[in-house]
């Protein structure tokens, strides 16, 4: 039967062990269809009812799945392609973790992902066209456009260093997006490579929303179990809930970081120790550099000597004019500017996504270009 068929391609339990991601978070592999087993009506087997799916469209009439992309901590991500345009998107599956989350009806972090890709248009933020829906409880699915790898893929493809002209593009890309998303007053909290998409194009967009929230002026406490810890800035391992776009601004120096160097610029081995890293890099806090820093709450816990301008480690990792190695990509005066405006310790001092893209690195020298992700290998 037909209709059995199409269902069956989207349904997940059913997958043999070659589908299933190893390894690495994305899978290349292209799928073939699945033997038939699912065959109940959508219409009278939809346990529940959310106001939130109603009139949404059914995956099995409007989508032909290709092969599983990836799977992620909130859901799996397919590639798939549209039966009306033949347009391929990507379906993230929204994982349905507890028997809570199926009463409840949706689980929270998909909602809030939903919520703030629907605020959120820009060319540089992953797009959301629509919801569609599966038959029962556990099957829906975000249609996104399709983009063929992250970034953190995209920089290790390279053989050698990004070009000037390319660093410059992509850092513009993900500005944009991050400036767009500050002024429509949310956080990402979550930013670094695996979290950016490369489009076919060249194209660079924000996505993984998960952790994303609205703030306000004046500020409200929030969580502080955010942002992954190598691109956690220094305000929230102290302690600081009243934060605001300035975590977002850190993880965007860590990333600039690394496009330059191809490799992640801090990786802590526990707060501590990602504290120390930070330290030696940009110095340490005193009543210039961050004149608030002992009002936080974890401001006491421990002493640091102070460090001397020669000792930091951001000017040695980051050589104006010399890369330190074949990989590592060119940096002018302007873009080391950039960089330590970004890993700047004090978030009132640390530049804002719009001074950044104002900033003259932009503006002067080497004019950006579309990266070529896709020229040589692919
Ligand atoms: P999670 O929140 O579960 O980590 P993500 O949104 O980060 O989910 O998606 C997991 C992975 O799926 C990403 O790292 C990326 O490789 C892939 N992915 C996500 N969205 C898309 C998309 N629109 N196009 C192609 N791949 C995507």
Redesign the pocket.
Known sequence: MQAAGKRDRWDSSSEDDEDKPAKS??ISKEKKPLPTTVTDDRATTLPFHNPLLQGCRSVYETYDRISR??E????I?W?AKDLATDQIV?L?QIKFESVADQQEGFPVTALREINVLLALSHESI?NVKEMVVGDGVDKVFMV????E??LKDGISRFDGALAQSELKNIMQQILAGTHHMHSKWYLHRDLKT??I?VHRSGRIAL??F?LARRFQEPRQALTQLVVTLWYRAPELLFGESCYGPAVDMWSVGCIFGELISKDAVLQGQGELDQIDQIFSLVGVPNETNWPLFESLPNAGLFRWKPKKAQELLLPKKFPIASPVSANQAFLDGNGYNLLSRLLTLDPDQRVSALEALEHPYFSQGVKPQTPRFFSTSS
Do not use: C, I, P, Q
């Open positions: 978070k994305r992309v990836s992620g901590t909130y859901g991500v590639k990507a993230k992953v996104m456009e399709f983009f790898m992250d695996s979290n998409l996505a993984d998960g």
